[in-house]
């Protein structure tokens, strides 16, 4: 993690966690149907698992991670197994998971070659024939969205109420880095010689993309 990473993205997270994980409940749909097509003996990593929300109820092995300490105490209670890890330099083996999901995370770095990295790292750790969902924010927002994005590079502010914390006096505001995302954006990331787009859509303010990772370059 590079210094303004730590700065604007994972110091914010680690403030905001106790408020955080209360807006964070539920998969969004075009997650859990991609969930739902994952058989119970499968092996599936979480890559920014946050607080590992709506993973418990899968009968399958999941194995979580996040830069984010306080999100990872939550999520130990739901997933099978989690540490502590950047999507840039994941701790796992080649061709581990059969399954993979990554929500939110790769929207947080801070450059077209760190994202482009981080695509690398999730595909290298999946095993041939398995699968990936990732979903990032999109710079294209329907009308009624109260996020409104001019630039692709933003700060993005999270208000820090003080009933969920116990030493402050007031409500504080954090800024986050995103990386909004426009379309065909995503697909150029995910253009890999080892990798076939099964689908890119959109989803309510998202970009999301499901990959197959082949057994020989394309």
Same mark, same amino acid.
């Given at each position: ?103 939110? %995370? $790769?929207?947080?770095? #801070?450059?077209? !070659?760190?994202?482009?990295?981080? /695509? @690398? ?73 080892? %990798? $076939?787009?099964?689908? #890119?859509?959109? !989803?309510?303010?998202?970009?999301? /993309? @499901? ?8």
């Amino acid at each position: 993690m590079n210094a303004f990473e730590k700065k604007h993205v994972l110091n914010p997270y680690n403030s905001i966690s106790t408020h955080f994980k209360q807006t964070r409940v539920y998969l969004w749909p075009s997650a859990k149907a991609f969930l739902d097509t994952i058989k119970p003996y499968e092996l599936v990593a979480d890559i920014g698992c946050g607080n590992g929300r709506g993973i418990k109820e899968y009968p399958f092995i999941s194995i979580g991670c996040d830069i984010c300490l306080p999100n990872l105490i939550e999520a130990s209670s739901q997933l099978d197994g989690v540490l502590q890890a950047n999507a840039i330099h994941l701790p796992y083996k080649e061709n581990q998971f059969d399954k993979l999901i990554s929500i939110a %995370v $790769i929207h947080h770095l #801070s450059s077209s !070659e760190r994202r482009k990295h981080a /695509i @690398i790292e999730l595909v290298r750790i999946v095993k041939p024939e398995g699968k990936l969902f990732i979903q990032v924010w999109a710079l294209e927002q329907l009308p009624e969205s109260r996020r409104k994005f001019t630039e692709q590079d933003n700060m993005v502010s999270w208000v820090l109420q003080k009933k969920y914390t116990k030493d402050k006096i007031k409500d504080e505001t954090y800024h986050r880095f995103y990386h909004v995302f426009k379309k065909g954006e995503l697909d150029k990331l995910c253009d890999l010689p080892n %990798v $076939i787009i099964e689908k #890119s859509f959109y !989803e309510k303010g998202n970009w999301c /993309i @499901i990959l197959h990772k082949t057994q020989i370059s394309k």
